[in-house]
Nanobody, 120 residues
Framework: QVQLVESGGGLVQPGGSLRLSCAAS????????MAWYRQAPGKQREMVAV???????NYAESVKGRFTISRDYVKNTVYLQMNSLKPEDTAVYYC??????????????WGQGTQVTVSS
C-alpha cells in the first residue's frame, strides 16, 4: 500500500520561511510527477508547484520566485522550500504523486495535508 506522509507545516510570521517534506512509501514501481497543492478555507484546491521525473518544474504565478520544489529520487521524497511567506499563503498543503504500484495502473496519490499558517 502506497502512503504519502507530509511534514514541516506550522505557524510562521510574514516574511518567514518553512520547508515542507513529503515521503512516498510502500510498494512503488515508478514515480512520475510529484507536486504540492494547497487549499485555503472557502477556496478550491490549487496547484502550487510540480516537478517531473526528469526534474522539470512548474509553479503557480503567485509563488514564483518565493517557493522552490525539489526531489530526492532515492528517498522518493519531494520538498517545498517556501520563503518570503505571505498571509495569503495560509492553507492546508497537500502532497501529490503520480505513480504506479505493482499490478496496478498509473494513479494519483495524495497525502493527508499539513497546515501552513502565516500570521503575525
Amino acid at each position: 500500500q502506497v502512503q504519502l506522509v507530509e511534514s514541516g507545516g506550522g505557524l510562521v510570521q510574514p516574511g518567514g520561511s518553512l520547508r515542507l517534506s513529503c515521503a512516498a512509501s510502500g510498494s512503488i514501481v515508478s514515480i512520475y510527477t510529484m507536486a504540492w497543492y494547497r487549499q485555503a478555507p472557502g477556496k478550491q484546491r490549487e496547484m502550487v508547484a510540480v516537478i517531473s521525473s526528469g526534474g522539470s518544474t512548474n509553479y503557480a504565478e503567485s509563488v514564483k520566485g518565493r517557493f522552490t520544489i525539489s526531489r530526492d529520487y532515492v528517498k522518493n521524497t519531494v520538498y517545498l522550500q517556501m520563503n518570503s511567506l505571505k498571509p495569503e499563503d495560509t492553507a492546508v498543503y497537500y502532497c501529490n504523486a503520480d505513480l504506479r504500484a505493482p499490478r496496478t495502473t498509473r494513479s494519483d496519490y495524495w497525502g493527508q495535508g499539513t497546515q501552513v499558517t502565516v500570521s503575525s
